[in-house]
């Protein structure tokens, strides 16, 4: 048994500086997510569009829908992005 007291568990200041050679970055991760975010994104899309053809029975709101859809989620992204707005 050490005569020293305990001492409260305190984790790391960098976590990143242990890793060999900087392996990971802030970008990096950054970069990673918003990849991650944008693939999310196209797949939730391309099954709503596909959803849209198949059960609207050919409804005349499809493209209206589709359209409002994708300029909606491009301004989200703009604004997410950049923190501006396009209009």
Do not use: C, D, R
Request: aromatic share 20%; proline share 7%; hydrophobic share 60%.
């Amino acid at each position: 048994m050490s005569n020293q007291p305990l001492q409260p568990f305190a984790p790391p200041v960098n976590i990143f500086g242990y890793l060999p050679n900087n392996v990971f970055s802030l970008g990096l991760l950054v970069e990673w997510f918003l990849f991650a975010v944008f693939a999310f994104w196209a797949i939730f899309t391309l099954i709503a569009i596909y959803h849209w053809f198949k059960y609207s029975h050919a409804s005349v709101v499809i493209f209206p829908a589709i359209g409002v859809h994708l300029v909606v989620s491009l301004l989200l992204a703009t604004y997410a992005l950049s923190g501006t707005i396009l209009f």
